[in-house]
Every structure is written in C-alpha cells, then in structure tokens.
T-cell receptor
Framework: GNSVTQMEGPVTLSEEAFLTINCTYT??????LFWYVQYPGEGLQLLLK?????DKGSNKGFEATYRKETTSFHLEKGSVQVSDSAVYFC?????????????FGGGTRLMVKP | DTGVSQNPRHKITKRGQNVTFRCDPI?????LYWYRQTLGQGPEFLTY????????KSRLLSDRFSAERPKGSFSTLEIQRTEQGDSAMYLC????????????????FGPGTRLTVL
C-alpha cells in the first residue's frame, strides 16, 4: 500500500521565521495528498490538499506543491506565528481504495516562540 | 455545532473491562471512519463504514474490537477485555462518499476519545 514519511520533530522556530516540513511518499499512481494539523486538545483538521501532480495547495499562509519527480509534498510557510504551534501530519489514501481511507506520517510537532 | 462529535472525551478503565465509544458524524455524511492514534504517532486506520455497511477492517482490529453503525448515522466502537496496549486516542472521521470510485473527499475528524487502560 501507499506510505508517507515526514521529518521528525520537534521543530522549534521563532515567530516570523520560515518553515519547511518535509514529506515524501510512496504510492501507486498519483493519489491526492494532504496536510492535516492537530492543535493541542483538538481533532485533526485538513490544512490543505493537492489532487494531482504539480498542484499547489494553500491555506492560512501554508503551501505545499505536489512534486511527482521527487515524490514530495513539503509544507512551507513564509512567516510562522505562535498560533501555528501544533502537530502537522502528511497523509494520502492507503491505496486504490474506494473508501479513501488515509495513511498518515508520524507527525511533526512545531513550536513557535514569541 | 455541526461537526463530528465523540463521547466520552476521556475514559480510564482497568485491564479486562469492556469499553464503548460513540461517534456522531456530520449528518449528511454517509462515510464514517475509525482511526487509532498512539502517543507521538500518526493516526492508523481501523475500520470504515459506508452507510450502515462495514466495508473494510484493518488488521489492527483484533477480535476484541467491534464497531457498528446500525442506522447509518452514529457509530459505536467497543473494546472487550481491554489491555494496556489499547491505550490510545480513538478518532472518528466522516465524509461524503462519491459513487463509482475513489475521490479526494475531505474527512472531518472529531476531537477523539482518549482511552487509558490501567
């Protein structure tokens, strides 16, 4: 089945710093790719997605580009805020499944200091 | 609030006891998923319903686990004879499903039920 690997955390940055969280995947075909975010004490929220190669997903200042050449979907933000402190998960469908069940990376904890 | 809700939010139990969790999905969503998340890890798929039919179960779902969605609305996840290794966050998600194959339908997650087995 499909799998995803993301950089381990924690990542500690100062406010307004540039953020990159690496995510690479192994997949059959070209499935949709997702970034989810989990704020403390809350459930996962979809942050952004890309449905085909070369697509760029973006939301709340975060961006990620679906790069099939490097099988990557790295998450970036130009200027992080304290409120971005959370755990970020890269995900994709488990395989060619009609149910669209997801497989997730291990998560990367981001801590932003004022 | 029209999001996914889960109850209870926290459950502490002794080894060997049975526990049951409930998930109420977004009302028009016909797909419902259960995932398990252990500390420091990403969620792992457990099982999936389309309406009331349980269409897939992960190998993680041992015979001590059972899930139901009797009327195609809320779902319950029961763990019998709990073990310390069952301690985790149990997440429920729901989505719209498209007939005819895989799509990139967004899954909306609930806040989870944190289970601690002593």
């Amino acid at each position: 089945g499909n799998s995803v690997t993301q950089m381990e955390g924690p990542v500690t940055l100062s406010e307004e710093a540039f953020l990159t969280i690496n995510c690479t995947y192994t997949a059959t075909g070209y499935p949709s790719l997702f970034w989810y975010v989990q704020y403390p004490g809350e459930g996962l929220q979809l942050l952004l997605k890309a449905t085909k190669a070369d697509d760029k997903g973006s939301n709340k200042g975060f961006e990620a580009t679906y790069r099939k050449e490097t099988t990557s979907f790295h998450l970036e933000k130009g200027s992080v805020q304290v409120s971005d402190s959370a755990v970020y998960f890269c995900a994709l469908p488990r395989g060619n499944n009609a149910g669209n069940m997801l497989t997730f990376g291990g998560g990367t904890r981001l801590m932003v200091k004022p | 609030d029209t999001g996914v809700s889960q109850n209870p939010r926290h459950k502490i139990t002794k080894r060997g006891q049975n526990v049951t969790f409930r998930c109420d999905p977004i009302s028009e969503h016909n797909r419902l998923y259960w995932y398990r998340q252990t500390l420091g890890q990403g969620p792992e798929f457990l099982t999936y319903f389309q309406n009331e039919a349980q269409l897939e179960k992960s190998r993680l779902l041992s015979d001590r686990f059972s899930a139901e969605r009797p009327k195609g609305s809320f779902s319950t996840l029961e763990i019998q004879r709990t073990e310390q290794g069952d301690s985790a966050m149990y997440l429920c998600a729901s989505s719209l499903g498209a007939s005819g194959g895989a799509t990139s339908r967004e899954q909306f997650f609930g806040p989870g039920t944190r289970l601690t087995v002593l």
